[in-house]
C-alpha cells in the first residue's frame, strides 16, 4: 500500500512516538540509512529497504509558539480588536518579508481566496482562469461567487498551468487571472501579467502553497496584483488553519480588509462601524493563530534556504536516472517546495506510476500520486445543479462553457506520472536526498524484475 503522510498515519506516529518528542526543536530528522546496498534487492522483492524510518516530524515547535499562545489566553483579547495584536503584528512582518505594500491575515488560504475575488467584485457571468491541477479550494473559491472556472491545460514539464494558452481562453466575461504556483513553484507569471495588461484584467496568485518562493527577485504573492496564502498545518508556514493577501495596490488592500471583515475598515484606535463594501462576511484570523504565526515566521527563511539545497541537489540526482523528470522550474523562479514534484516516465523506467509507488514505500520513503484527474467540468456542472445555478446558467448556457473549456490531454498525463514527496522531508540532512536518490536508482535497476509483479 503506498505510504501517504496523511493527517490520519501522522497522528498516529505522534502518538507512538510520545507527544512531548514534538515539543523538542531540534532539526527534523526525516530519513535513516540501512546498510542496504543501492546494488542490493528492492525492499518490494524482499531486500532491505534503503531507509530505516519514515518518521517525519510536522509541524516543527521552537518554544515560543507555547509562550505567545499562552499570553494571548491569558490578556482576554483573542480577537484581533483594535491596538496591538499578534494578527496586525504578524501581517506586518510577512508583508515586509514578501516586500508587499499590504498584508490582511485571513481564516484560511480559502478565505483568502474568496475575499480577494469578493474585492475585485467578481460575481455570477463572469468567468476565472485556472489551474485544474491544484487543491479544490481553488476551484471552490470561484464557484463562492457563483463565477464560471475556466481551467486551461498544464505545462507537463513544470507542472503549472500553461499561460501561453491564457490568452485564447479569455472572452468578455473573464474578469481574473488566477495562477497557482502549484508545489511551491512559479507559475510563468510573464505570461499571466502580460494577458492581464493586454486586455485589462486583474491577476491573483493561489500562492496557498508558495511561501517566500520567488519570480525574478519578487517574493511570490507580491507579483501580481494580489496573492493568497494558506497557514494550514501542512504548509511551510503554518497556524493550523490561516491565510493572508498580500498586495501593492492600497486601494484593493482596503477592499479585501472590508471583504473580510463585514464591510467594516480597518482602524488602529478605535472600532470602524461604516460599512463600505457589499458582499463580506466574517473571515478573521484569531490572535491564536497571530501567536503562532508571530513564533513560526522567524525560522521560515532558514527552513526555506534548506529545502531549496536539498531541492535542487535532489533534482540533480534525480536526473540522472532514465525514466525520471523532476519538475522543470522556470528560469528566474525560486521553488518555496511546499512539494517535491516528479514524473515518471513507464517506458523509460521500466514500470509505471503506480508500481513505482508501491516500490519506493517499501523503501521507507513516504511517497504519493497527488492530484487525481478530477472532472472539473461535471463538478462545475453539479455545483450548479440547483434552483439558482440553473437560474443563473441555464443549461445551454453551462454546455457552451463546458464545451469551451474542453479537454485537458496534459493534466491527464500528469495526474497520472505525477509522484509528490511533503515539504518536511526536504528539511533533513542532504544525506536524506542521497538515501532517496539511492532507493529510486535502485528499483530503477530491477524494474524488470519488479514489473513481473504487475502481470
Ligand atoms: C492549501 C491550499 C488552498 C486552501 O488553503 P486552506 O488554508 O486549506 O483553506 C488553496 N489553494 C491551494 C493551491 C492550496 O494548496
Not at 3 to 18: D, E, I, V
Not at 57 to 77: A, T, Y
Not at 140 to 158: E, G, K, Q, R, T
Not at 358 to 385: H, M, P, Q, T
Request: hydrophobic share 40%; charged share 20%.
Amino acid at each position: 500500500m503506498t505510504q501517504q503522510f496523511s493527517r490520519r498515519n501522522f497522528l498516529a506516529t505522534s502518538t507512538r512516538t510520545g507527544l512531548a518528542a514534538m515539543l523538542v526543536g531540534a532539526a527534523p530528522t526525516v530519513l535513516v540509512a540501512s546498510d542496504a546496498s543501492v546494488d542490493g534487492k528492492p525492499a518490494l522483492l524482499g531486500g532491505t529497504a534503503m531507509n530505516k524510518t519514515s518518521y517525519s516530524r510536522w509541524p516543527i515547535l521552537h518554544g515560543e509558539e507555547e509562550k505567545f499562545l499562552l499570553e494571548v489566553l491569558k490578556s482576554g483579547q483573542w480577537f484581533r480588536g483594535s491596538g496591538q495584536n499578534r494578527v496586525g503584528q504578524f501581517e506586518n512582518e510577512y508583508a515586509t518579508m514578501c516586500g508587499a505594500k499590504a498584508c490582511i491575515a485571513t481564516s484560511s488560504g480559502t478565505s483568502a481566496l474568496v475575499a480577494s475575488l469578493a474585492a475585485l467584485d467578481i460575481g455570477p457571468g463572469d468567468e476565472v482562469i485556472t489551474s485544474p491541477y491544484t487543491f479544490i479550494a481553488t476551484i471552490n473559491s470561484i464557484i463562492a461567487h457563483y463565477a464560471l472556472p475556466v481551467p486551461i491545460d498544464v505545462d507537463l514539464d513544470s507542472f503549472q498551468l500553461d499561460g501561453k494558452l491564457a490568452d485564447a481562453a479569455c472572452n468578455d466575461n473573464t474578469r481574473c487571472l488566477m495562477p497557482v504556483h502549484i508545489g511551491g513553484a512559479p507559475a510563468n507569471m510573464d505570461d499571466f501579467l502580460a494577458v492581464g495588461k493586454k486586455r485589462g484584467i486583474r491577476v491573483i496568485e493561489d500562492a496557498c502553497q508558495a511561501h517566500i518562493g520567488q519570480w525574478r527577485g519578487k517574493k511570490l504573492g507580491a507579483v501580481g496584483d494580489a496573492g493568497c496564502f494558506s497557514f494550514q498545518v501542512s504548509k511551510n508556514l503554518s497556524s493550523g488553519e490561516g491565510g493572508a493577501v498580500l498586495t501593492n495596490d492600497e486601494e484593493l488592500a482596503e477592499k479585501v480588509y472590508r471583504c473580510h471583515n463585514n464591510c467594516r475598515g480597518r482602524k488602529t484606535d478605535s472600532f470602524d462601524f461604516t460599512y463600505g463594501v457589499g458582499r463580506a462576511v466574517n473571515q478573521r484570523m484569531t490572535e491564536f493563530q497571530g501567536a503562532v504565526l508571530c513564533a513560526q515566521i522567524k525560522h521560515i527563511e532558514k527552513y526555506q534556504e534548506t529545502r531549496n539545497e536539498n531541492g535542487l541537489y535532489l533534482n540533480k540526482l534525480l536526473a540522472e536516472i532514465p525514466g525520471v523528470l523532476p519538475a522543470k522550474i522556470y528560469d528566474g523562479g525560486v521553488s518555496a517546495w511546499h512539494l517535491y514534484m516528479f514524473r515518471i516516465d513507464a517506458e523509460k523506467f521500466g514500470i509505471n506510476r503506480d508500481l513505482f509507488l508501491k516500490a519506493l514505500s517499501a523503501e521507507r520513503i513516504s511517497c504519493s500520486s497527488g492530484y487525481g484527474a478530477v472532472d472539473w467540468i461535471g463538478f462545475v456542472r453539479n455545483a450548479y445543479d440547483t434552483p439558482a445555478g440553473k437560474r443563473i446558467y441555464p443549461k445551454p448556457v453551462i454546455d457552451q462553457w463546458a464545451e469551451r473549456v474542453g479537454q485537458f490531454p496534459q493534466f491527464k498525463k500528469l495526474c497520472s506520472q505525477a509522484v509528490w514527496f511533503t515539504q518536511n522531508m526536504m528539511l533533513g540532512p542532504r544525506e536524506n536526498m542521497d538515501i532517496i536518490a539511492d532507493a529510486i536508482r535502485r528499483i530503477q535497476k530491477n524494474a524488470a524484475e519488479i514489473a513481473k509483479l504487475d502481470s
